[in-house]
């Protein structure tokens, strides 16, 4: 059983997928159905990094904003107003965590380059979840945003040598996964709303944040994944929801292309 | 009376010399942690770090000593550095956060906490590993001590080698990735030193 729940593929694909579509099963009745995100991410972090804090690395900072973000995401769903200046904040708050996260190595580097890294992050992250959140209101476009999100980062940090951050994407996605498929099997939508986008968005980002900072991602692959939120906004002009979630995760999964291969090619060594 | 202490006080000097503690700084270009994990259960792996840099004290008569060392985790070599054909290379994996982390955790820091002498040499080293942010206790044997002159400079200057064993477990500093399917959770440590007298 050990060797089973200690296999990469059950730990960032098989078990965040199952307790995503167990929590959008049961939680979409009270709109609450985003929360699979959360409920996927919990566990690929459960049993990549466990539940502890300290020494408090970036990679943890990482799991604690993700597990902190679907309670923005449902104050921002069920207590805020839907106003512009709002989903500006909230994005902006989610972009200002990346640079806290990866303090250690900002510090690290010269005052102008931590600045320019810094500042690079938190437009980055802000604005991935701005875009992403843009499609809160419709649970296909939003959950293929996320599973095109979580593959796409977690593919990028896999070729910029980590596969720990690998599969905290790819179990990112298949949570997405997880979402989605309820729909598709229910036949209607489940709103997604900040409670999907926001952690959804923010995670992919640090992820590939991560990948920049801690590894050897290029730092042109991270505005490409933007292409992601963007390509889910392509009409698919389908009514079955399944075939629309079909369409929609290949817009997604093509734009998601785009990042992994400027990583693939920068990683490209001199036989590559 | 005066001449007579001041005789007393010239003749101590020499022994109060060679009582005092003596200082040494490490020297990185003889001086390589070097490591060895189990490999899918098949082979044992060996890598190692450079530059590393330090100090330490020993007062022989005391049976005290201070050692500290400072091993830049960016410096990890396990022979495999060329990417080929893949994405990236063993050695630049071991550098990320799967394992070291060498951005955010550009040293490895040790410091003896106490030191045990067999006659006039160090024998056991107690100290704490920091890695990866976790401080550890982390014991280590020493071998083959050896302090005098270095015959390249015919003895102008002065130098002490050694050895020193011991291990760790890479859960312990956090080190999870592939532990224990791909890799051994235990890492056997060998330290070869040298420093130079101050």
């Known amino acids: 059983m050990s060797d089973f729940l200690g296999h990469p593929a059950v730990q960032g694909g098989v078990a965040p997928f199952l307790a995503a579509l167990v929590c959008a099963a049961v939680l979409q009745y009270a709109r609450l159905g985003g929360l699979a995100i959360l409920a996927g991410f919990a566990t690929v972090a459960l049993f990549l990094n466990g539940f502890t804090f300290s020494p408090l690395t970036a990679t943890r900072k990482l799991i604690l904003l993700g597990l902190a973000a679907p309670a923005l995401g449902v104050l921002a769903d069920f207590v805020l107003r839907d106003e512009r200046w709002i989903r500006i904040v909230l994005a902006l708050l989610c972009g200002a965590v990346a640079p806290w996260a990866f303090l250690a190595v900002l510090e690290q580097k010269s005052a102008a380059m931590g600045l320019a890294y810094g500042a690079g992050l938190l437009a980055f992250v802000a604005a991935l979840v701005a875009l992403t959140a843009q499609l809160r209101a419709d649970g296909v476009r939003a959950g293929a945003a996320g599973l095109a999100l979580g593959l796409g980062s977690g593919v990028c940090a896999v070729l910029a040598a980590s596969a720990v951050y690998g599969l905290y994407g790819i179990g990112l996605g298949a949570a997405a996964g997880g979402f989605l498929l309820v729909q598709m099997v229910r036949g209607k939508p489940i709103a997604a709303g900040w409670t999907f986008t926001c952690p959804a968005a923010l995670i992919a980002g640090l992820i590939g944040a991560g990948s920049l900072m801690l590894a050897a991602l290029p730092w042109y692959s991270l505005p490409a994944m933007l292409l992601v939120p963007i390509a889910a906004r392509i009409p698919a002009p389908l009514s079955a929801v399944w075939l629309r979630a079909i369409a929609v995760s290949l817009y997604a999964f093509v734009a998601a292309a785009v990042p992994a291969a400027l990583a693939w090619y920068a990683s490209r060594g001199p036989d590559g | ?198």
């Open chain 2, 1 to 198: 009376m005066k001449r007579l202490a001041a005789f007393f006080v010239a003749a101590s000097l020499p022994l109060a010399a060679t009582a005092a503690p003596e200082s040494y700084t490490i020297d990185p270009l003889h001086t390589y942690p070097q490591f060895e994990v189990d490999h899918l259960g098949y082979s044992k792996m060996r890598g190692r770090f450079d530059g590393t840099s330090g100090k330490f004290t020993i007062d022989r008569q005391a049976k005290t000593a201070s050692l500290e060392l400072s091993v830049p985790t960016k410096t990890v070599t396990t022979g495999d550095e060329a990417r080929g054909p893949r994405p990236r290379s063993r050695d630049e994996h071991l550098r990320t956060p799967d394992f070291l982390n060498a951005a955010e955790f550009p040293a490895m820091t040790y410091k003896a906490t106490k030191v045990s002498f067999k006659g006039e040499d160090p024998a056991l080293i107690e100290g704490q590993l920091t890695l990866l942010g976790v401080t550890k206790p982390v014991p280590l044997k020493v071998e083959n001590w050896k302090c005098g002159p270095d015959p390249r400079t015919k003895g102008q200057k002065q130098m002490c080698g050694a050895n020193a064993t011991g291990s760790i477990k890479l859960t312990d500093f956090g080190i999870k990735f592939g532990v224990p399917v791909f890799i051994g959770d235990e890492l056997k440590l060998w330290i070869e030193l040298e420093a130079y007298k101050d």
